[in-house]
């Protein structure tokens, strides 16, 4: 077979076909040095595949490196689709034996790629080299979390006590004012006590434009919910899925790049994993037994919206995330903290200005903005240093209202 295979290749010379041949046969050998890095990378996969047995959604990846080449695990994992698409064999024939789940891709390195086989190939372990190190460098870290989030949470129940207060003083100032009101009506018109009739006109303008400050605060607050946490029909932990499990936010979120809307995943989505992931460490069978309802019954799990802008207001995500290069921890907080979902911006009009007021766009580098001859002549010759936002009609009324 080999010398069929070298002699059908026979002008192209041996010696160095010998050596491509050894490089095929013992994959393994190009894979270079594990770093610590590997273990976290190695997150990602984690939710799919056990090193050894028993197979989750994907296949078991012991003897990976054995099995296939080098060349063919990096184009694989870093987009399975294609070479499906493409007709590889190998790749075609495992998409059908799994069911025909999707691998979601992953932009890794060549480099990282090496390290994760690397460390599939060590059984799962960090080098040995690396493991005290990364076990000091993990306790530190976990012990920075705990104090962050020890001060975050003194820090909120501060910042509610605050709210508390000035709620408590808007009302009684609020009622004060208003029983200075009657008092100076009731004397300007009955009792007549105070004679200076320019008092009783201070008085009432004083308290008339407090009284309307209030209200107007009040009001302008109403419809706005910052800090709604509604209880959802499953408990669906952000924590669990994107922190612990390092699910990438797009995997679910998947049209926040292309569309106005960041989308809420079907439960076809979380059947990806749940065919297989049948309990949790925190609610064992219960919650998850919903999902597998919602799939067998195809009755929609209905989530509650927690994020809502009102209906004259425009907003796309496609613009933030694409093509401002916004993370989602900007406008949403920090997700990956939450078993459930807070908001913690007020999404008021003076929240949005403010950030286009503050935030450079990528000026430069977006062929968008070409159409403003005048700001890229004014950067050239030094006039301006930054484009931000409104600069470029983030301040009109129109681009956010219809
Ligand atoms: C959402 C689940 C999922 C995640 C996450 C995932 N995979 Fe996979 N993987 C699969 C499935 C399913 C297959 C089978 C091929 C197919 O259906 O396309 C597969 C196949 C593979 C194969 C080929 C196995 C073989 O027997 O040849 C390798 C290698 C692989 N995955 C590595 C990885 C690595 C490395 C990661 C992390 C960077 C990862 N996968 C993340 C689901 C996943
Ligand atoms: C495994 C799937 C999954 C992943 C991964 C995921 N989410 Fe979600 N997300 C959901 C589901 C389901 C809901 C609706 C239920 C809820 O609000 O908890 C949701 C709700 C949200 C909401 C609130 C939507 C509303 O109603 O206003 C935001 C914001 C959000 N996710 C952002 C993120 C961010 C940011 C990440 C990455 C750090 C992320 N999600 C990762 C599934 C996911
Ligand atoms: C510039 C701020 C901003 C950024 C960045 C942002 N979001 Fe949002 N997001 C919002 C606002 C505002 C809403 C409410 C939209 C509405 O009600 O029309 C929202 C709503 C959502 C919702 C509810 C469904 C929907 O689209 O209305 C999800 C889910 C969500 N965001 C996820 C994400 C994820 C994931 C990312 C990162 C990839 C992200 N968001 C980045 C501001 C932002
Ligand atoms: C890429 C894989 C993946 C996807 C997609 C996914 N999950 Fe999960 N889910 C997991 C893993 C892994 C666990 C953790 C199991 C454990 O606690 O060991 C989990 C745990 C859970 C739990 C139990 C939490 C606990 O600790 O008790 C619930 C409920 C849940 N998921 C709901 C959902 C819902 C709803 C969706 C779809 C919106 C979804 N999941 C999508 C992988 C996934
Ligand atoms: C964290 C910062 C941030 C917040 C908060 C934010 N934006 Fe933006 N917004 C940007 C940036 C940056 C761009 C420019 C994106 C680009 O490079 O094209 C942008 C662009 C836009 C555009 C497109 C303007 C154009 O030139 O066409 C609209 C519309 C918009 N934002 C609406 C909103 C609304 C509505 C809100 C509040 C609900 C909001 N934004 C909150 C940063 C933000
Ligand atoms: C960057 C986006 C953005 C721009 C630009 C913008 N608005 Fe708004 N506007 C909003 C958002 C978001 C709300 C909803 C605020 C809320 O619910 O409290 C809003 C609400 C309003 C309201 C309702 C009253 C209120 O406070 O809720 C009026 C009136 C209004 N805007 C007028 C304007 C006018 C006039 C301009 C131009 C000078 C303008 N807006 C420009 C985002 C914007």
């Not at 076909?17 to 270079?32: D, E, I, T």
């Not at 891709?105 to 372990?125: M, P, R, V």
């Not at 669990?240 to 390092?246: E, L, R």
Request: proline share 3%; with cysteine; hydrophobic share 40%.
């Amino acid at each position: 077979m080999m010398i069929r295979f070298l002699s059908l290749l026979g002008n192209i010379n041996r010696v160095v076909m010998l050596f491509v041949l050894m490089g095929a046969l013992l994959p393994s050998m190009r894979v270079k040095a594990q770093t610590p890095e590997a273990e976290k990378l190695f997150q990602e996969c984690k939710a799919c595949h056990n090193i050894n047995e028993p197979k989750l959604i994907g296949p078991s990846l012991a003897g990976i490196t054995q099995r296939r080449t080098t060349e063919w695990l990096v184009k694989f994992i870093n987009n399975s689709q294609a070479m499906i698409q493409a007709g590889d064999p190998i790749a075609v024939k495992l998409f059908e034996e799994n069911n025909r789940i999707p691998m979601p891709s992953h932009n890794f390195t060549e480099a990282q790629i090496l390290d994760i086989l690397k460390y599939i190939e060590n059984g799962g372990k960090v080098a040995a080299e690396y493991a005290v190190a990364a076990d000091t460098a993990a306790n530190a870290k976990q012990a920075m979390l705990d104090q962050m989030a020890k001060t975050q949470a003194e820090r909120e129940a501060r910042l509610s006590d605050l709210e508390r207060d000035a709620n408590r003083n808007f009302r009684t100032t609020f009622i004060i004012t208003l029983l200075i009101l009657i008092i100076v009506l009731v004397d300007l018109f009955g009792t007549k006590i105070i004679k200076a009739r320019f008092v009783h006109s201070v008085l009432i303008i004083v308290s008339l434009f407090i009284m309307g400050e209030i209200a107007y605060k009040e009001a302008s607050m109403l419809g706005r919910q910052q800090y709604y946490q509604p209880d959802q029909p499953v408990w669906f932990s952000h924590k669990v899925h994107a922190s612990q499990n390092q699910i990438d936010c797009k995997y679910c979120h998947s049209t926040a790049e292309q569309s106005k809307s960041a989308g809420i995943p079907g439960t076809h989505v979380c059947m990806n994993c749940h065919n297989v992931v049948k309990s949790g460490k925190l609610t064992g069978t219960t919650e998850i037994a919903k999902v597998l309802d919602s799939w067998q019954t195809g009755k929609p799990i209905e989530w509650i919206k927690v994020h809502n802008l009102p209906d004259h207001v425009f907003f796309s995500h496609a613009q933030h995330v694409n093509a401002g290069k916004i993370d989602c921890i900007e406008c949403h907080g920090d997700l990956k903290t939450m078993d459930v979902v807070m908001q913690v911006k007020d999404l008021s009009m003076g929240w949005c200005l403010d950030c286009h007021r503050k935030t450079e766009v990528q000026f430069a580098s977006n062929s968008f903005y070409n159409t403003y001859e005048k700001l890229h002549e004014q950067m050239k010759s030094g006039a301006i240093k930054k484009v931000t936002e409104d600069m470029v009609g983030g301040d009109n009324c129109m681009k956010c209202h219809y």
